[in-house]
């Protein structure tokens, strides 16, 4: 090949990638709807991700679990939980009982933050509804017992299949009401 057909192809190249660049960069992020949000429930976000409450009040709304307290905060490295899930990088955990929760999320985007968030708030409600318990460093679920001995690989963990099977429905639901004009 002669310089010019290799320059030529280079040159083509080298637009197709500030194309894509260009795409990425100025790709629009798909903002909420303004909804009135429920005064019973009060949601404390610490993190730098503003959009993250909304989720939060339109879940709770979804699952009717009003009265309730919830404070974001970030999930670093550094304050996830350890223990026989330190191999995992958790996404988000919930923490707390009796109206009183702390939500740990990572950083992430909205579309992602809907999944996570949905997820998490199913096993807000298993805590309040007592189907899980954690108390002396075992799970109760559903009135089983499980301890180090016989916790279940955590995609097993029936909590967990639980939330997993139930995160889609509460997001669409989430969804239809944060873009409500969109639909």
Do not use: C
């Amino acid at each position: 090949m002669n310089k010019k057909i290799k320059w030529v192809i280079g040159f083509i190249i080298g637009i197709i990638l500030l194309l894509v660049i260009y795409l990425v960069v100025t790709q629009k992020e798909k903002y909420f709807d303004r909804i009135e949000l429920p005064q019973t429930t009060m949601v404390v976000n610490k993190t730098q991700l503003n959009y993250l409450d909304s989720i939060v009040y339109v879940g709770i709304s979804e699952l009717h679990l009003t009265p309730t307290v919830i404070v974001l905060r970030e999930l670093t490295d550094k304050n996830q939980p350890t223990g026989d899930i330190e191999d995992l990088k958790l996404m988000a955990y919930i923490q707390g009982k009796n109206h009183q929760y702390i939500l740990n999320i990572r950083k992430m985007s909205r579309d992602n933050s809907l999944t996570v968030i949905s997820h998490e708030l199913i096993h807000l409600l298993q805590r309040e509804e007592e189907r899980f318990i954690a108390v002396d460093g075992k799970i109760i679920f559903q009135d089983i017992e499980y301890t180090i001995e016989n916790m279940p690989d955590y995609k097993q963990r029936p909590w967990e299949v639980e939330a997993y099977s139930k995160q889609s429905k509460l997001r669409k639901k989430i969804e239809k009401v944060l873009y409500q004009s969109r639909k």
